[in-house]
Nanobody
């Protein structure tokens, strides 16, 4: 059983930056691909980005390309989401998720059903 714990959320002004962390325990972290999702009030949880366990290649939702960066440190069992140029519409609870599945298409990355483990989420609020 894998446990995921997100941290690093908070309140930031528009244009600012935050770095979220997701610490994993209870499994072989290096063999899990990791995703980031977010959920704003009254909206469905949506895909933000993904990083593959096999080659570390990231994939991003269009609305965060050029602003957000995903990275992972297998020695620390941690995945990061660096968020720059934040906008008020980025306000949401951000979740990390882990999967042992081999995902090779964009459609599979964004499908919440392909992830086996989820963290509890961390709130990000961007003020205008």
């Amino acid at each position: 059983q894998v446990q995921l714990v997100e941290s690093g959320g908070g309140l930031v002004q528009a244009g600012g930056s935050l770095r979220l962390s997701c610490a994993a325990s209870g499994g072989t972290f290096s063999s899990y691909s990791m995703g980031w999702f977010r959920q704003a009030p009254g909206k469905e949880r949506e895909f933000v980005g993904f990083i593959n366990w096999t080659n570390g290649m990231p994939y991003y939702a269009d609305f965060v390309k050029g602003r957000f960066t995903i990275s992972r440190d297998n020695t620390k069992n941690t995945v990061y989401l660096q968020m720059n140029s934040l906008k008020p519409e980025d306000t949401a609870v951000y979740y990390c998720a882990a999967t042992r599945r081999t995902l090779i298409t964009a459609a599979s990355y964004v499908d919440r059903g392909n992830y086996d483990y989820w963290g509890q989420g961390t709130q990000v609020t961007v003020s205008s």
